[in-house]
């Protein structure tokens, strides 16, 4: 099956920056997009941001301009450059992968944890 193994969480002061990493591994054929959420405690998982196979991105309004998604297709990986980070980006971030096995279905990572301190 689908592995998806996210790393880069940790506790920053606010405006600083952390950078998220997310490896699919597994019998996979083929990656469509692959996107980042987060949930934060009492709230529902939200999207992040999100790129497709032909790398078309888009974003959360509430980080445009400060997140920063991108993939390496040779390395079915993506990556999420988080700058000037607030206290309400504190969540529990997970990655998704759609991709391509037998057919087409979504695998998700376990999460990782960014809080930021104020």
């Known amino acids: 099956q689908v592995q998806v193994v996210e790393s880069g969480g940790g506790l920053v002061q606010a405006g600083g920056s952390l950078r998220l990493s997310c490896a699919a591994s597994?019998?996979?054929?083929?990656?469509?997009?692959m996107g980042w959420y987060r949930q934060a405690p009492g709230k529902l998982r939200e999207l992040v941001a999100r790129i497709t196979g032909g790398s078309t991105t888009n974003y959360a309004d509430s980080v445009k301009g400060r997140f920063t998604i991108s993939r390496d297709n040779a390395k079915n990986t993506v990556y999420l450059q988080m700058n000037n980070l607030k206290p309400e980006d504190t969540a529990v971030y997970y990655c998704?992968?759609?991709?391509?096995?037998?057919?087409?279905?979504?695998?998700w990572g376990q999460g990782t944890q960014v809080t930021v301190s104020s």
């Open positions: 998704r992968v759609r991709a391509t096995v037998v057919g087409s279905a979504i695998y």
């Open positions: 597994g019998s996979i054929f083929s990656i469509n997009d």
